[in-house]
DNA sequence: AAGTCAGGTGATCATTTGTTCACCGTTGGA
DNA sequence: TCCAACGGTGAACAAATGATCACCTGACTT
């Protein structure tokens, strides 16, 4: 290009990045029509003489969370180190990070569904607390059995709500029946129907992901049986959401379980639009991938060598 | 700073400036206002962690015009490089650079006003040929009787008409006359009136600076009388422009000359929104530092000693 | 010599961005 | 405990910017 070429793109620059002047004044300036001015700023970043450079952060998983993002289209991913795999500071770190991302994301008026998990606990520990009358706190599942009580979304919603100083609404059934028909009449009631509607109308969902194998939760304390269980595997699911279970492709399996459940089911999931995944660790990695190739999280809050191995493709 | 906060901003830098996304993309992306974005990204800038730099070109008077111009106030500064002090070079050089200024401040329907003067001789036979038959070229100043008819008014803006394919208005009346009354009598006729009002109403004008010495042409020609150059002098007139005379403080000075010339007067000349100034050399230094003080002039083309010498303080 | 195609132009319109304002919650002090 | 000042917030608005379109010009082809 032309020296006078240059040097014109480089006056342009200057007055317009450095001295602040609109395109306008720098039209009129320069002689040159407004539209032009933006063109030749085009130009001008293009051969770069106008070079926009951004500070990394020294934080090694940037680059990790950002291919993450890209490889499954998704908003936002977070990282942390963990350096030992020691189960504690795991749940906190996750929890801690879960958090600073849900705050950001709280305006005044949202409604949150929950569904349930260790993780989501420490969520809602590590969240600081607030005043939002007009949030809404929605138990996305009914209630689970477990020795753990502060597991239970009933619970975790909750104090969610009473954290956020937002209002609860709860799912006063199981999250799991014995029979269809239980869960049809359940349904029926409308206490439980509202809060279910609700629930796939919210603006945020704060989620977990469970994996389909015995060190699952849902297996250890039998919330499903050692029938369904095998059932289940014998179909090719391979983790679930809020005891929604999917297979490899993260697609809703049909199974009788899914008619025995009472709380969000993944197509309504899929239409919130902020669906907060909070989960990693060695065994659940499959699943995570599942979930994030069927696009039931957007943005996904893990640790670095869950991250890692998401980067790798499945060995299924 | 929070390092968490830290890395959002980079996260939001990334994303707006490598990828490209809009402020709202962004905000639906991070759970974020549109508004806040904005905010995050100005405090990104503020905090350096997005630099912007701009690829200096390698032209040493890049910084010389760039301080000359905020001094003044003017729009633009072109101070090119003149090596030796060759005279044939130096107003070739300074066509040149005019030229391409003029050239690129063209749309298709200006009034351009002219004025006379070797320099500008040398503006004119640089610009190549163009065809914009919407485009007025008018002479500002009447008509000069000099050896080189080159330099005349009517000459030059005939000549620049045709170069740039537009129409020529010139002015049927000698620029200085010998008394007031006949003055007032050319004024009165419209042909002319008409003439000095549109170019009153120029959108560019280009004009040299004279200095009021024994070396300058108007004396050297015998333009202004002996007597003139005295009575101006003793009035501390420093320059002019198109035989209108100012002071060290660009204003115009009220001498009966004034009431001789025929054309554009200062305050009229002040007006025009873009007046490209073409004019260097040693002992015209004084005479372009009061033009610039009165705002006689937007854009200055020079050459770098000028340049120099302008950005010292007044020896007066 | 006429046609046509590419490159560049400004006008117009739509989008994006920044600014201003009123509001709210918090904090620090009386 | 109350009040006032402050910082931060989004809504509404204004400004700036980018995208699209139709047009023109100049060069090359037929």
């Known amino acids: ?12 620059a200057v007055a317009y990045y450095e001295d602040g002047l609109t395109q306008k004044q720098i039209g009129k300036r320069f002689g040159v029509s407004r ?8 130009q001008a970043r293009q051969e770069k003489i106008v070079n926009i450079h951004i500070t990394p952060v020294d934080d090694a998983n940037i680059d990790l969370e950002r291919v993450l993002c890209q490889k499954y289209g998704l908003d936002e991913v977070i990282a942390v180190p963990v350096k030992n795999g020691q189960a504690v500071d795991f749940y906190h770190e996750l929890g801690v990070a879960a958090a600073d991302t849900l705050q950001r994301s709280l305006q005044n008026k949202e409604v949150i569904a929950i569904t349930w998990g260790r993780t989501l606990k420490a969520v809602v520990n590590n969240l600081p607390a607030m005043t939002k009358p007009e949030i809404r706190v929605v138990q996305a599942l009914g209630g689970i059995n477990s020795p753990d009580v502060e597991i239970n979304g009933s619970e975790l919603a909750r104090k969610l709500a009473q954290i956020v100083g937002a209002r609860p609404i ?7 029946v014995a029979s ?11 206490q439980i129907s509202r809060v279910i509607d609700l629930a796939a109308r919210a603006d945020i969902a704060l989620v977990g992901v469970g994996a389909l194998n015995l060190e699952s939760l849902a297996r250890r304390y039998n919330i499903i049986s050692r029938d369904d269980f095998e059932r289940l595997k014998a179909r090719d699911v391979i983790g ?15 199974d009788e379980l899914h008619d025995r459940t009472i709380g969000l089911d993944l197509n309504q999931l899929r239409k919130v639009k902020r669906v907060i995944g909070v989960t990693g660790g060695p065994d659940k990695v499959e699943s995570i991938r599942a979930a994030l190739k069927g696009k039931l999280i957007n943005v996904l809050i893990t640790d670095d060598n869950t991250g890692k191995a998401l980067l790798e493709n499945s060995t299924a």
């Open 170 to 176: 709860l799912l006063s059934s199981p999250g799991l």
């Open 180 to 190: 269809r028909e239980i869960r049809d009449a359940l349904i029926k009631d409308p």
């Open 240 to 254: 679930d959401i809020g005891l929604r279970y999917f297979n490899s492709q993260g697609e809703q399996v049909d």
């Open 1 to 12: 290009m032309d020296t006078e070429q240059r040097k014109l793109l480089y006056k342009l």
């Open 35 to 42: 539209i032009k001015v933006s063109r030749l700023l085009r």
